[in-house]
């Protein structure tokens, strides 16, 4: 299972892309694995801010449509266009082009409380 180190990962299965004051939120591979095809992702939080652990859209699979839940606070500045556009591009680059929101961070900090590379690996196992 890929787990890139430069990253920080929630335990609900998010990852974080810390730059600057904003972070780029996906879903891990772990977690795109478990969903299966992901036929559609729907954003309706862009322009509005969210707290750490708040759902701030959801995945729908084949078989199944899962909450996506915010790893850290903030604005929700952006929907990744190219995975509105092609949903299906979370399964094949869920830590690249596979980005689902970007966000102008409330509390940095709060990435600290985040896990790391290696402890999410124990995470999933």
């Known amino acids: 299972m890929n787990v890139p180190a430069n990253?920080?990962?929630?335990?609900?299965?998010e990852w974080c892309r810390i730059?600057?004051?904003?972070?780029?939120?996906?879903?891990?591979d772990f977690a795109q694995s478990q969903l299966g095809d992901i036929v559609f992702v729907d954003v309706p939080t862009v322009g509005e801010t969210v707290a750490a652990?708040?759902?701030?859209?959801?995945?729908e699979a084949v078989k199944?449509?899962?909450?996506?839940?915010?790893?850290?606070?903030?604005?929700?500045?952006?929907?990744?266009?190219?995975?509105d556009a092609d949903p299906s591009i979370v399964n094949k680059d869920a830590?690249?082009?596979?980005?689902?929101?970007?966000?102008?961070?409330s509390d940095p900090a709060e990435a600290?409380?985040?896990?790391?590379?290696e402890q999410y690996a124990e995470l999933i196992g």
């Open 95 to 105: 830590y690249g082009e596979g980005w689902i929101i970007r966000i102008r961070l």
């Open 112 to 117: 600290d409380a985040l896990l790391s590379a």
């Open 7 to 13: 990253l920080k990962y929630s335990n609900d299965h």
């Open 53 to 59: 652990g708040d759902v701030f859209g959801s995945i």
């Open 19 to 28: 730059e600057g004051d904003t972070a780029y939120i996906g879903i891990t």
């Open 64 to 83: 199944t449509v899962s909450d996506a839940f915010c790893p850290v606070s903030g604005e929700v500045l952006e929907f990744n266009p190219a995975v």
